[in-house]
């Protein structure tokens, strides 16, 4: 809980330290230690470590929505949009009421140069936005 009150401060190198610790205490895949790990790592730009670190999470948890959204931003940083699509794809099989994977999905289909899947999925994250102020 180190990691989390040092990226809460504002020191994340020094929290990925203590998650790094943290992983290396146990013997097993911590999908928690590893998914703020990542987290933190995205903060400051670390995209292909974040991947590697994700990467285990979502071979073992493929319905880890917010492991593949991470995924998918860390893929996208490092310009392979085709992986961040995939990925996106994944979450939305599992949980395709998250407005997020449509928003991301719709911009990343325009830079594939795909207009109609982002016409499509740019309605989709403007009706799944609505139903999530609608729960609110």
């Not at 987290?39 to 670390?46: D, K, N, Q, R, V």
């Not at 071979?59 to 949009?81: C, D, G, M, T």
């Amino acid at each position: 809980r180190v990691g989390d009150l040092l990226r809460l401060r504002g020191h994340t190198r020094a929290a990925i330290e203590q998650f790094d610790k943290a992983l290396k205490s146990t013997q097993y895949l911590s999908v928690e230690i590893n998914d703020r790990l990542a987290s933190a790592l995205l903060e400051i730009g670390e995209y292909k470590r974040a991947t590697e670190v994700l990467l285990p999470i979502v071979n073992l948890y493929p319905f880890h929505v917010p492991a593949l959204i991470k995924l998918a931003r860390s893929y996208v940083e490092l310009n392979e949009i085709e992986n961040a699509v995939n990925s996106l794809k994944q979450a939305n099989s599992v949980n395709p009421f998250n407005p997020e994977i449509h928003c991301m999905l719709a911009e990343f289909y325009q830079e594939l140069d795909l207009p109609t899947a982002a016409e499509l999925e740019s309605e989709n994250c403007k009706t799944s936005l609505i139903m999530q102020k609608m729960d609110s």
